[in-house]
């Protein structure tokens, strides 16, 4: 089969956008391969349409759990076989999904960076065959990027396991600086350099500074059709915002990383679907959703960074239609940007002391490993050693940053289970414990034969409706029959989970360097200052996007506020120079005659006008009179 056989036959498409083509062939023909495509460009295709064509298994690198777990999830929805290992699973389900990857037929396995030091699971990947290594969101591993992770450095020890396998770098957001850095880390031997451009010819930036946010969103709104996502900065303003809009007659939600899955799962579907016009979300929302026909995507307030923002304002028109990519700015939003900036890069000290409370309230010893998540609650841990809620996130953050812990706000809302007897032992159990039968007849018709093969995610809600049991009695039998060992039950977790990524280790000793810390505090403030800057400037959006990142811009794009208002302004000025001329044909005035006679154009516009013309020659003065040429 050709690439696009593959292309139609699993995503239905006849024809590769931009540069998609290309990178494919560079990657079956099995050279390393940097692909910078903007948000919306179809990075994903780019490795898993060359995976498809080959034997074996790929290796995706991925920095987040969320990302992950949906393109496993879209992937399985298209009949292709995927799974991943993330932060949370227990011994037993990692144990059980690398052996699928070694004997089964998976064709993706997703996984994060850190994942690569295991012990457990180099060993595994050194008996698979691997076809290729992908690895998304590149920039991470660059100190220039916006989501630096050292633990990205790791990719350099997978490819040794498998040192004949090429790989494929992917990401969005990419200066030049950080495209060497990509290169560097992660040993490419890049012949062809693939980078989309940055101009979306469909989409319209602009920013709007007013006094009342809410009233122009609205108005937004009102005055457009089509889908949106509005992102805010809190949980809480998520919450508020939706609720207002809904009183407003504007059908609306919200989504942050606090809910439960089954909860966003619930809002990400109504709102695709389009049964949910708006959903007011924090940055947790848009990965790995690809909802082609957004038509605006607002800002309520501003982003730390112009990779941030270019990636979140570019879910906007992915259909290739116009579309509206707007700030709603005051001055306090940038004195809010600024201070949270600060909190965001704490003193070491507070690091270590954070680091050391963490070790404290799980009773952990230096030197002791444990590898499975706890149950985390921010607000207790912060209150419990007298340290503010925020100041602690953004030390958590940070430490997780440098690959010590991996926090994450989402509650795993979703359980799985692993048939652990063979079917005739199960038929036998069955007979012996009728009582439990119907809920294992249940779990086999929804979730099917591969119960018996791999762990699989499990509602015990719909399960508690299909068999017409209370979901607490659903979750107390399926808790029976794990202790006799007749399944593995991994049971929803119902608070956010932390995982010590490391051996426990002496706070005093973190290893986070002095000077590469402050440098990368300085790196991330002039990309704030950079953000900052892009409000008030008074060039073509686009450009000034472009320019960031790199790119030397052609013409201006003609549909950001900026070249909408360059327009206007020359379509004012045109016609008063008409009149201008017409009035001087007809005989000679004074300055102050023609302003008089031209009364429905300012008078300083009049003024500038005839300067204008009288330096080109155009325009003459005679004994106080202007005469045309």
Same mark, same amino acid.
């Given at each position: 089969?050709?690439?696009?056989?593959?292309?139609?036959?699993?995503?239905?498409?006849?024809?590769?956008?931009?540069?998609?083509?290309?990178?494919?062939?560079?990657?079956?023909?099995?050279?390393?391969?940097?692909?910078?495509?903007?948000?919306?460009?179809?990075?994903?295709?780019?490795?898993?349409?060359?995976?498809?064509?080959?034997?074996?298994?790929?290796?995706?690198?991925?920095?987040?759990?969320?990302?992950? *777990?949906?393109?496993? $999830?879209?992937?399985? @929805? %298209?009949?292709?076989?995927?799974?991943?290992? =993330?932060? +949370?699973?227990? #011994? /037993?389900?990692?144990?059980?999904?690398?052996?699928?990857?070694?004997?089964?037929?998976?064709?993706?396995?997703?996984?994060?960076?850190?994942?690569?030091?295991?012990?457990?699971?180099?060993?595994?990947?050194?008996?698979?065959?691997?076809?290729?290594?992908?690895?998304?969101?590149?920039?991470?591993?660059?100190?220039?990027?916006?989501?630096?992770?050292?633990?990205?450095?790791?990719?350099?020890?997978?490819?040794?396991?498998?040192?004949?396998?090429?790989?494929?770098?992917?990401?969005?957001?990419?200066?030049? *600086?950080?495209?060497? $850095?990509?290169?560097? @880390? %992660?040993?490419?031997?890049?012949?062809?350099? =693939?980078? +989309?451009?940055? #101009? /979306?010819?469909?989409?319209?930036?602009?920013?709007?500074?007013?006094?009342?946010?809410?009233?122009?969103?609205?108005?937004?709104?009102?005055?457009?059709?089509?889908?949106?996502?509005?992102?805010?900065?809190?949980?809480?303003?998520?919450?508020?915002?939706?609720?207002?809009?809904?009183?407003?007659?504007?059908?609306?939600?919200?989504?942050?990383?606090?809910?439960?899955?089954?909860?966003?799962?619930?809002?990400?579907?109504?709102?695709?679907?389009?049964?949910?016009?708006?959903?007011?979300?924090?940055?947790?929302?848009?990965?790995?959703?690809?909802?082609?026909?957004?038509?605006?995507?607002?800002?309520?307030?501003?982003?730390?960074?112009?990779?941030?923002?270019?990636?979140?304002?570019?879910?906007?028109?992915?259909?290739?239609?116009?579309?509206?990519?707007?700030?709603?700015?005051?001055?306090?939003?940038?004195?809010?940007?600024?201070?949270?900036?600060?909190?965001?890069?704490?003193?070491?000290?507070?690091?270590?002391?954070?680091?050391?409370?963490?070790?404290?309230?799980?009773?952990?010893?230096?030197?002791?490993?444990?590898?499975?998540?706890?149950?985390?609650?921010?607000?207790?841990?912060?209150?419990?050693?007298?340290?503010?809620?925020?100041?602690?996130?953004?030390?958590?953050?940070?430490?997780?940053?440098?690959?010590?812990?991996?926090?994450?706000?989402?509650?795993?809302?979703?359980?799985?289970?692993?048939?652990?007897?063979?079917?005739?032992?199960?038929?036998?159990?069955?007979?012996?414990?009728?009582?439990?039968?119907?809920?294992?007849?249940?779990?086999?018709?929804?979730?099917?034969?591969?119960?018996?093969?791999?762990?699989?995610?499990?509602?015990?809600?719909?399960?508690?409706?299909?068999?017409?049991?209370?979901?607490?009695?659903?979750?107390?039998?399926?808790?029976?029959?794990?202790?006799?060992?007749?399944?593995?039950?991994?049971?929803?977790?119902?608070?956010?989970?932390?995982?010590?990524?490391?051996?426990?280790?002496?706070?005093?000793?973190?290893?986070?360097?002095?000077?590469?810390?402050?440098?990368?505090?300085?790196?991330?403030?002039?990309?704030?200052?950079?953000?900052?800057?892009?409000?008030?400037?008074?060039?073509?959006?686009?450009?000034?996007?472009?320019?960031?990142?790199?790119?030397?811009?052609?013409?201006?794009?003609?549909?950001?506020?900026?070249?909408?208002?360059?327009?206007?302004?020359?379509?004012?000025?045109?016609?008063?120079?008409?009149?201008?001329?017409?009035?001087?044909?007809?005989?000679?005035?004074?300055?102050?005659?023609?302003?008089?006679?031209?009364?429905?154009?300012?008078?300083?516009?009049?003024?500038?006008?005839?300067?204008?013309?009288?330096?080109?020659?155009?325009?003459?003065?005679?004994?106080?009179?202007?005469?045309?040429?």
């Amino acid at each position: 089969m050709k690439p696009v056989d593959v292309l139609k036959q699993y995503w239905g498409h006849s024809k590769f956008r931009p540069l998609q083509e290309e990178i494919v062939n560079s990657v079956i023909a099995r050279e390393d391969v940097l692909a910078i495509l903007p948000t919306g460009g179809g990075k994903s295709i780019c490795f898993q349409i060359p995976a498809l064509m080959n034997d074996g298994i790929c290796l995706v690198v991925s920095p987040l759990i969320a990302l992950m *777990k949906d393109q496993v $999830e879209n992937l399985n @929805k %298209l009949g292709i076989s995927a799974t991943t290992i =993330f932060s +949370g699973m227990n #011994a /037993r389900e990692v144990d059980l999904t690398l052996d699928n990857c070694i004997y089964g037929k998976i064709k993706f396995l997703y996984f994060s960076p850190e994942r690569i030091q295991s012990h457990i699971f180099q060993e595994r990947v050194k008996k698979m065959d691997v076809n290729l290594i992908a690895v998304d969101e590149a920039h991470c591993v660059s100190q220039w990027g916006h989501d630096f992770r050292p633990a990205y450095f790791n990719i350099k020890d997978l490819r040794e396991l498998v040192p004949d396998v090429n790989v494929i770098a992917l990401t969005a957001t990419a200066t030049e *600086k950080v495209k060497i $850095e990509i290169i560097e @880390k %992660l040993q490419l031997d890049v012949k062809h350099e =693939f980078r +989309g451009t940055f #101009a /979306r010819k469909n989409l319209s930036y602009s920013v709007r500074n007013v006094e009342d946010k809410e009233k122009k969103m609205l108005d937004i709104l009102t005055n457009t059709s089509g889908s949106s996502i509005v992102y805010a900065k809190t949980r809480k303003e998520t919450k508020e915002l939706s609720e207002w809009l809904n009183s407003e007659n504007i059908s609306s939600t919200f989504y942050h990383a606090g809910l439960t899955n089954d909860r966003r799962n619930e809002v990400q579907e109504k709102w695709k679907s389009g049964a949910i016009r708006v959903v007011v979300a924090t940055n947790a929302f848009g990965m790995g959703i690809d909802k082609p026909d957004v038509r605006s995507v607002i800002h309520f307030g501003l982003n730390s960074n112009m990779e941030s923002y270019y990636q979140e304002a570019g879910r906007a028109g992915r259909d290739s239609e116009k579309a509206f990519a707007i700030i709603l700015v005051q001055q306090s939003d940038i004195e809010s940007a600024v201070a949270n900036f600060d909190l965001s890069y704490p003193k070491l000290t507070f690091l270590q002391h954070v680091y050391q409370c963490l070790a404290n309230y799980y009773k952990l010893a230096v030197g002791s490993e444990h590898y499975s998540g706890y149950d985390f609650n921010l607000y207790k841990f912060s209150d419990q050693y007298n340290m503010g809620h925020l100041e602690v996130f953004y030390a958590l953050k940070k430490l997780e940053e440098y690959n010590l812990i991996h926090f994450t706000e989402v509650i795993y809302g979703t359980s799985s289970v692993l048939v652990l007897l063979d079917h005739q032992r199960l038929y036998n159990f069955q007979i012996a414990n009728p009582h439990l039968d119907p809920l294992i007849k249940g779990l086999l018709r929804m979730y099917g034969g591969e119960l018996f093969t791999q762990f699989s995610k499990i509602s015990e809600y719909k399960l508690s409706k299909s068999l017409k049991f209370s979901e607490d009695k659903v979750m107390d039998n399926l808790s029976k029959l794990d202790k006799q060992g007749v399944i593995s039950y991994s049971q929803k977790k119902d608070y956010p989970q932390l995982v010590f990524q490391t051996p426990r280790l002496d706070a005093g000793n973190l290893p986070i360097h002095v000077k590469t810390y402050q440098t990368r505090l300085e790196v991330e403030r002039s990309k704030l200052d950079y953000m900052i800057s892009y409000l008030e400037n008074k060039g073509c959006r686009t450009n000034v996007i472009q320019e960031y990142f790199g790119e030397v811009p052609q013409n201006e794009c003609g549909v950001c506020d900026r070249c909408i208002e360059k327009r206007k302004r020359a379509s004012n000025e045109a016609p008063l120079e008409n009149f201008l001329e017409q009035l001087l044909k007809q005989g000679e005035f004074t300055s102050l005659e023609i302003v008089d006679k031209l009364p429905d154009f300012e008078t300083q516009k009049i003024l500038d006008l005839i300067r204008m013309m009288m330096d080109s020659g155009r325009i003459v003065e005679k004994d106080g009179k202007l005469l045309i040429q």
